[in-house]
């Protein structure tokens, strides 16, 4: 049976007297009981997969097209109509959870690592849906996107709902947006970070980059938002959203939410937060000045819940650090050694000061660029890198499709364009983490940037289990054990 857009119709024209469990946009992980959502891909349409899906127990299909084998609503945009549906299949858990989402180019993983600690602190039951894990009261597992899709995003909301969760922190992609992941969410709170260029491979222009940011923030999906407003999109979007907000700074007194006294070193990030009548001095065992904005974030958000601010502070001052977020890799080295995900020149600007305050040595970074992205943004990378760093080895990330090759010899062509650091190129990364330990003396700063957390590499067909962390643990305990005296 087919039932169209506009047509006369209820779940039980499609799926009869059967109960609908849930749904599913992959063919492989349908339940019994189950919708299948068969979506339009980049390589593959889903309705290829509905006989599949029926095999595994699916009861009807969602879809542009009919699918064989499954009754079919057809809509001429299933991704649409997707968000919502799932969420009422699920029982609307959003309605039930105060959901914290946290968009903007960068600080999205750290912001709501920062929310999940704070909510923690104030003895909230949390969830956490990030690009790095989805953790909640029955457990945590790898993220397979920054925002899952939406038929897996509205289970995991429903499952830390069941397991007496109250509040979530979500980080909420562009492509989450655009491709209408985060439908039928009710937002409690909003947090936009900042905004600069990058993801213009798939919205074309910066403009539309920031429109589907702002889609966040509107009166239908969000109760309040929470707006920095250190660059001009922050300044655009507080001046026209309808939504009731506030506003975060670490560069002007005028924000709602503002920090002085900010100290940084190797160990700490310390500042005072003032606002809503409330200023309190913060320590953070997380590294580098753009965690006082990501802190000033998520302290805004949690205070226009109302939580108690001091005991969510001290979840906060709590963690020890975000997964490859400016992680410190010690293993007795005599300088400082780091994992980082700046993986564009706004990130890039924000944490070479921060790591170039550390030393008076050289500065060593690691980098490359990741295939199928925005090829304008590659020699930027390496650019910016040679302007701050003293020492650019170029080498792998994950190319996917793109030649390898073609992708280093665009990046180093912007670090040879700076005039300014010794440039390597090394095509295999662990060679060229390698190779950068080996450089580093006592007192310099080395910093493996652009995968953070990430455990593979892939080229072409053939993913490689890789993380920069474990690799850059490993030359240096093999180093320093080899070439550098124990430190006192």
């Known amino acids: 049976m087919v039932v169209r857009l506009g047509q006369p119709w209820n779940s039980a024209d499609l799926v009869g007297e059967s109960t609908i469990t849930g749904i599913s946009q992959d063919s492989r992980l349908v339940s019994p009981g189950e919708v299948y959502a068969a979506l ?14 029926a095999a595994r127990g699916a009861v009807a299909a969602i879809s542009d097209r009919p699918c064989a084998a499954l009754p079919t609503f057809v809509v001429d945009d299933p991704r649409r109509v997707l968000g919502p549906i799932a969420s009422w299949i699920y029982g609307e858990p959003s309605h039930d959870l105060d959901v914290f989402g946290v968009t903007g180019t960068n600080g999205k ?39 899952p899709e939406a038929s897996e995003l509205q289970r995991t909301l429903a499952a830390f709902h069941s397991g007496g969760a109250s509040a979530v922190a979500l980080e909420v992609s562009s492509h989450a947006l655009a491709l209408h992941r ?15 260029p990058d993801h213009l491979d798939f919205h074309n222009d910066l403009e539309s980059y920031y429109s589907t940011k702002a889609e966040l923030f509107s009166t239908e999906r969000c109760e309040y938002a929470v707006i920095g407003v250190d660059d001009d999109y922050g300044r655009r979007l507080a ?16 924000a709602d939410f503002y920090a002085d006294h900010i100290r940084l070193d190797e160990h700490s990030t310390s500042f005072v937060v003032h606002g809503a009548d409330h200023s309190a001095a913060v320590r953070l ?26 005991p969510a502070i001290a979840g906060m001052e709590s963690m020890e650090c975000v997964p490859g977020r400016m992680q410190r890799i010690d293993a007795g ?26 030393t008076n040595g050289k500065v060593i970074v690691v980098i490359g660029a990741t295939g199928e992205r925005d090829p304008g943004k590659r020699r930027p990378l390496g650019w910016t890198a040679a302007t701050f760093a003293d020492t650019v080895i170029v080498t792998d990330e994950s190319p996917f499709s793109d030649n390898p090759a073609r992708l280093r010899e665009d990046v180093a062509a912007g670090a040879y364009a700076a005039d300014h ?22 007192g310099d700063v080395l910093v493996v940037a652009g995968r953070g957390h990430d ?21 240096l305990e093999r180093t320093t054990a080899e070439d550098f005296p124990p430190r006192r």
């Open 40 to 53: 339009p891909g980049s390589r593959h349409h889903g309705a290829a997969f509905a006989v599949e899906a």
């Open 109 to 147: 993983t750290s912001t709501a690592y920062l929310l999940n600690a704070g909510l923690s602190g104030a003895g909230i039951e949390t969830g956490l849906i990030s690009g790095v894990t989805i953790r909640g009261p029955w457990g945590a597992r790898p993220a397979v996107r920054t925002t």
């Open 182 to 196: 985060v439908d039928g969410i009710r937002f409690r709170v909003g947090v936009f970070t900042n905004l600069g």
């Open 239 to 254: 001046a026209e959203t309808e939504v009731p907000h506030c506003t975060f700074s670490t560069q002007s007194t005028a």
């Open 285 to 310: 065992e997380l590294l580098g000045r753009h965690q006082v904005d990501n802190a000033l974030g998520a302290i805004a958000a949690l205070s226009a819940a109302g939580i108690d601010l001091d």
């Open 333 to 358: 080295q005599p300088f400082l050694a780091f994992v980082d995900y700046m993986h564009n020149t706004a990130g890039q600007q924000r944490q070479f000061p921060y790591l170039r305050s550390l």
């Open 421 to 442: 650091a010794e440039v390597i190129l090394e095509p295999r990364r662990a060679d060229a983490i390698a190779m950068a330990v080996a450089l580093a003396q006592p």
């Open 455 to 475: 455990p593979v590499q892939t080229y072409g067909a053939t993913t490689l289990a890789f993380d920069d962390r474990t690799e850059l643990r490993y030359a």
